[in-house]
């Protein structure tokens, strides 16, 4: 296992160093090689079904019973205002109700923990690559947002387009939101070996060109002032061990796979905005000292993307250093009307009167 982190920390520094002075690509497999699974990624997207229609729009306030806070006494803050940018699992492809999709799951979650109104904007697109990160960009900073979800690889890994290009168009949409004032997580890319139509020795390339985007994807984002949630293996085994995570097409994450890699999600955006709870006693402290790790980015990086939700952003952010970083895994929320959520009044629950808990929404 240590062997495997470092050469996936190897890979993705080379990536990200050649996405750092501007390479296009990085060739990690024998052209041999690169034929065949031409050939076996033809066969897997045929044996994916299709899924009819557009993701259900989710766009809207959620929390709407919550009070928000006075402003010096000139009346209550806005909402939080949460964007969303990626791909067909950003927009929540695979469901059929937007209270559904991973956007209203985390403005619900996030309305609840923070006891305000949460307005969510999503601009992510099915089918959407590194590369539509820009525009996308612009759609969301046109919405002036305190928070962004990144979530994209996935289709820059079954449509072969260059790591190291990829990775750098990541940084660069990190570093224009950061710039506008907005804070950015990143559900990094996840693990393409889960899926069955994809067989070996596909499967296995996939596994390891996705977990090498995503350590890749880390050190871009973690420099760029982000901080990143590994999503790979948390849709990895646990996936695989349970078919009703994905939707019909056996592709997509189904409400229950968008609603656990949500709660692997929510704890880092609450942290980002100071809404973590700090539990108070010595167990408490010995286990916030575990989580905070701190490690050279890559090895961070590659740690990450084995491990099921875990952040990773820069051990010391104030002081401009990007080399270190530091590891935290956060204990998982449960969300708003799930089996096993806190109950009302404790982090992650909804009050009675708010619609966070239910995913109702107050139409823009």
Not at 128 to 150: F, G, N, T, Y
Not at 173 to 182: H, T, Y
């Amino acid at each position: 296992m240590a062997g495997a982190q470092e050469s996936r920390a190897r890979v993705a520094r080379r990536i990200a160093t050649a996405a750092a002075y501007g390479g296009g690509g990085l060739g990690l497999l024998g052209v041999g090689l690169v034929g065949l699974l031409v050939t076996e990624s033809r066969l897997a997207v045929r044996a994916v079904g299709a899924l009819d229609g557009d993701p259900p729009r989710a766009d809207g306030v959620y929390g709407d019973g919550f009070t928000d806070p006075e402003v010096g006494g000139s009346g209550p803050e806005p909402p939080i205002v949460l964007a969303f940018l990626g791909d067909s699992t950003a927009a929540g492809l695979g469901v059929r109700r937007g209270q559904e999709t991973p956007g209203a799951l985390l403005a619900a979650g996030l309305a609840a923990v923070a006891e305000r109104r949460v307005r969510l904007f999503n601009v992510a697109k099915s089918g959407a690559r590194s590369a539509d990160l820009a525009r996308q960009v612009e759609l969301a900073v046109a919405h002036r947002p305190d928070l962004a979800v990144i979530m994209i690889g996935a289709n820059d890994v079954t449509r072969h387009a260059p790591a190291a290009q990829c990775v750098r168009q990541l940084g660069e949409a990190v570093r224009e939101l950061r710039a506008a004032g907005c804070e950015v997580v990143v559900g990094t890319c996840p693990d393409l070996g889960t899926i069955k139509p994809v067989r070996p020795p596909l499967r296995w390339v996939a596994r390891r060109l996705s977990r090498q985007l995503a350590a890749a994807q880390t050190i871009a984002v973690v420099g760029n002032g982000g901080r990143t949630v590994s999503l790979g293996s948390l849709l990895g085994p646990e996936f695989a061990a349970r078919p009703e995570m994905f939707a019909s097409d056996r592709y997509h994450p189904s409400a229950q796979g968008y609603a656990t890699a949500a709660m692997a999600l929510l704890p880092s955006l609450c942290a980002v905005l100071d809404l973590w709870p700090q539990d108070a006693g010595p167990e408490a402290a010995a286990q916030q000292a575990q989580e905070g790790v701190v490690l050279p980015v890559a090895v961070a990086a590659a740690t990450a993307a084995g491990r099921s939700g875990t952040e990773v952003a820069a051990a010391d952010p104030e002081a401009g250093v990007w080399r270190w970083a530091q590891l935290r895994h956060r204990l998982r929320l449960g969300l708003p009307g799930e089996p096993g959520a806190p109950s009302q009044g404790a982090p992650g629950g909804a009050s009675a009167n708010s619609h966070a808990g239910t995913g109702d929404v107050r139409a823009t």
